[in-house]
């Protein structure tokens, strides 16, 4: 258990460290805001990609070499970024290359140490609890991201921000190789070359495609070509997996309606966390001009609270339905959004927390029951893949958030709104989408109260 939630907890310190970082990063190399948005990218599109081949890679090869290799690859990614700082004019195209390296450890580190957790805790009714540590592990490492980062940049140079990481993988891969007993199951698994092939591209074509259709215009070639190309690999895909004999996603597991509204959820409640958090730090930071540590203290109204609630959330688990309290988290974080609207460039210190703050809670009736509800949909024997699955739309809903959010902001802006009125138009985007998938999750639980009739 320290290990899985060390883990998770590994991967998300850089999501929130770097965008608490993308003022300074810009300040420094010049980068505009769709290249700010490329560097949260970077990080989270080869950690969807990786996701789907990593629950198969660690059902045959053993889920702690997967892991091991997965803080490796952390670590080497870590560096990469740390160096770009002093590469001069290459520096921000260097730290988009480390932030890769370091997203597809990640994407090898997260269904692993979720399939740790269902293998080890094989009743549903305990394993909520222990899913409840590691959703706790996730947002504690977006609570100190930026903290980690302020406290760096007050004697450092940008770069130093990734050497926690570093540190950080490095201690827990060794620990991890040495210490964590191995398990798998590879009965029946072999790597899908073609599923993995396809769904990169569905997924890195799409990202390409919203980010220059911000920058650039919809009706721009880079944005088409990436849109339709996206498109056509996902169309593959599907084909692809419904033809294969080990899919890395078995379409069979969307036939339980609990099971797709916890996969829509899951990609709509990352697009919410990644995404608002990545608006809100480019908007403190260019628009307020606020200095990191002032950044750090605004967003720990959101992932601390989220951090303090998540063990709660996990006891709630045992006395609510966890799909029940993902309904009331959607709705909640929606609320969330819709009274961030209110928030402009002349709102007070105590006027924007406690919205923020509220936004916080609704992630913590989130974070942990998606994964639940999608593990405890399935038979045991498909948890890694049930949260492999999981887990890939939940990171390609993280990397959709600033791409589609900024992409808002950006033709917004350009359209000649104000900064406060483009980010109100985004996160009233986001707002239609979680309320969205509320009433997708309120439709599984009438399916399911029907089928249990029967």
């Given at each position: 258990m320290g290990l899985a939630v060390l883990g998770v907890f590994v991967t998300y310190v850089p999501i929130t460290g770097v965008a608490a970082s993308l003022s300074t990063i810009s300040g420094a190399t010049g980068a505009s805001t769709s290249d700010l948005q490329w560097i949260s990218d970077a990080y989270v599109i080869p950690m969807a990609a990786a996701v789907l081949s990593a629950g198969v890679f660690g059902d045959i090869h053993g889920r702690r070499r997967v892991y091991s290799l997965g803080m490796l690859l952390t670590v080497v990614g870590a560096m990469i970024s740390g160096l770009s700082s002093v590469t001069g004019d290459s520096a921000i195209y260097v730290l988009w290359g480390g932030q890769a390296v370091s997203g597809l450890g990640a994407g090898l580190l997260l269904p692993t140490t979720l399939a740790l957790i269902a293998y080890a805790v094989p009743d549903p009714h305990e394993r909520g609890k222990y899913v409840g540590m590691w959703a706790t592990g996730m947002a504690v490492g977006l609570a100190v991201g930026p903290l980690v980062s302020s406290a760096i940049l007050s004697f450092a140079g940008w770069g130093w921000i990734f050497a926690p990481s570093i540190v950080l993988s490095l201690s827990a891969g060794i620990l991890a190789y040495f210490t964590l007993p191995e398990s798998k199951n590879a009965a029946g698994r072999h790597l899908d070359w073609p599923g993995q092939i396809t769904a990169t591209i569905a997924i890195a074509s799409s990202i390409f495609g919203v980010i220059e259709g911000g920058s650039k215009g919809w009706d721009s070639i880079e944005s088409i070509s990436g849109l339709g190309i996206g498109a056509v690999a996902f169309v593959a895909f599907i084909v692809v997996e419904s033809r294969s004999t080990a899919p890395l996603m078995d379409l069979r597991l969307y036939r339980s309606a609990a099971f797709t509204a916890a996969g829509f959820s899951a990609l709509?409640?990352?697009?919410?966390?990644?995404?608002?958090?990545?608006?809100?730090?480019?908007?403190?930071?260019?628009?307020?001009?606020?200095?990191?540590?002032?950044?750090?203290?605004?967003?720990?109204?959101?992932?601390?609270?989220?951090?303090?609630?998540?063990?709660?959330?996990a006891r709630l688990m045992t006395k609510v339905k966890p799909l029940h309290i993902l309904v009331s988290g959607l709705a909640l974080c929606a609320v969330a959004l819709f009274l961030l609207t209110g928030f402009d460039t002349t709102t007070s210190f105590g006027d924007l927390v406690w919205r923020l703050a509220i936004f916080g809670l609704s992630l913590s009736l989130m974070l942990t029951p998606v994964s639940v509800v999608a593990i405890n949909s399935v038979p045991w024997q498909q948890a890694g893949m049930a949260s492999a699955a999981n887990t890939a739309l939940r990171q390609y809903g993280g990397a959709l958030g600033p791409a589609v959010l900024g992409a808002i902001f950006i033709s917004q802006l350009n359209d000649g709104m104000t900064a406060s009125d483009a980010l109100h138009t985004a996160l009233i985007t986001n707002m239609v989408l979680l309320a969205i998938a509320a009433i997708v999750c309120v439709i599984a639980v009438v399916v399911q109260r029907a089928s249990s009739a029967k």
């Open positions: 709509v409640a990352l697009f919410s966390v990644v995404g608002t958090m990545f608006l809100l730090s480019v908007f403190f930071g260019s628009v307020l001009h606020l200095d990191i540590l002032d950044i750090g203290i605004r967003l720990l109204f959101v992932t601390g609270v989220t951090a303090v609630a998540n063990p709660l959330v």
